[in-house]
């Protein structure tokens, strides 16, 4: 089976571009989540869907970020206007339902805002 | 919140050496994954244990819940064994949240 799938798997923008990550969550699982990882605040939880309604965006750093999953298959990561700051890994993973089952983390989106 | 905390942070081992890296927490928890993130950024599972012991190849793990603590054990290490391995909990009154540890970077020397 194919794992979760993203993209691009690097990402190089200058400020004040837009930028989109992708994401394609495992056949099957109905729960997604986008982290964020930084050497300084390690994994961060940025937002959690269920069943494609989002359910926790309290990680969302600021109105400049907004994701969205129209069907079970596919979720977008936005930023707009991107800043440095905003230069990090941003991983996907998705698990079979909330709680109880592992989650399986995508191979991540390397982000360099210059 | 609960806490999360992994110790040894750094471990360097020659290949060949076994090695046991542990994960406290601070409460009940319904879940907990053992991860490795490999030099090329990649986050792998390892296991998916609440409670009780697994064996995969060369790895194996135990958590003991009543305790709270989780064990990971890496026998005849080698050096693709290299990276930052992560223990994540998800808290008893939690349906979804992961709480990280800081992880234990792990260099094998060939």
């Known amino acids: 089976d194919a794992g979760v799938i993203q993209s691009p798997r690097h990402e190089v923008t200058e400020m004040g571009q837009e930028v989109t990550l992708r994401c394609k969550p495992i056949?099957?699982?109905?729960?997604l989540f986008w982290y964020r990882q930084t050497m300084m605040r390690g994994l961060e939880l940025l937002i959690y869907?269920?069943?494609?309604?989002?359910?926790?965006d309290s990680g969302m750093p600021e109105d400049r970020f907004s994701a969205k999953m129209p069907n079970a298959s596919f979720s977008t990561l936005k930023i707009q206007p991107s800043e440095p700051r905003d230069s990090a890994v941003y991983f996907c993973?998705?698990?079979?339902?909330?709680?109880?089952?592992?989650?399986?983390f995508g191979p991540g989106t390397r982000l360099t805002v210059t | 919140g609960i806490q999360v905390e992994q110790s040894p942070p750094d471990l360097i081992l020659q290949e060949g050496a076994n090695s046991t890296l542990r994960c406290n927490f601070s409460?009940?928890?319904?879940?907990l994954q053992w991860f490795h993130q490999n030099p090329w950024g990649q986050l792998i599972n390892l296991f998916y244990?609440?409670?009780?012991?697994k064996q995969n190849g060369r790895l194996s793990a135990t958590t003991v819940a009543t305790e709270r603590y989780s064990l990971l054990y890496i026998s005849s290490s080698q050096t693709t064994d290299s990276g930052v391995y992560f223990c994540?909990?998800?808290?008893?009154?939690?349906?979804?949240?992961?709480?990280w540890g800081a992880g234990t970077k792990l260099i094998i020397k060939p």
């Open positions: 993973a998705s698990s079979r339902q909330e709680g109880y089952y592992e989650q399986y």
């Open positions: 056949s099957g699982h109905n729960s």
């Open positions: 869907f269920n069943n494609n309604v989002p359910i926790d």
């Open positions: 409460d009940s928890v319904n879940n």
């Open positions: 244990i609440p409670s009780g012991t």
């Open positions: 994540a909990v998800e808290p008893g009154d939690s349906n979804y949240q992961l709480i």
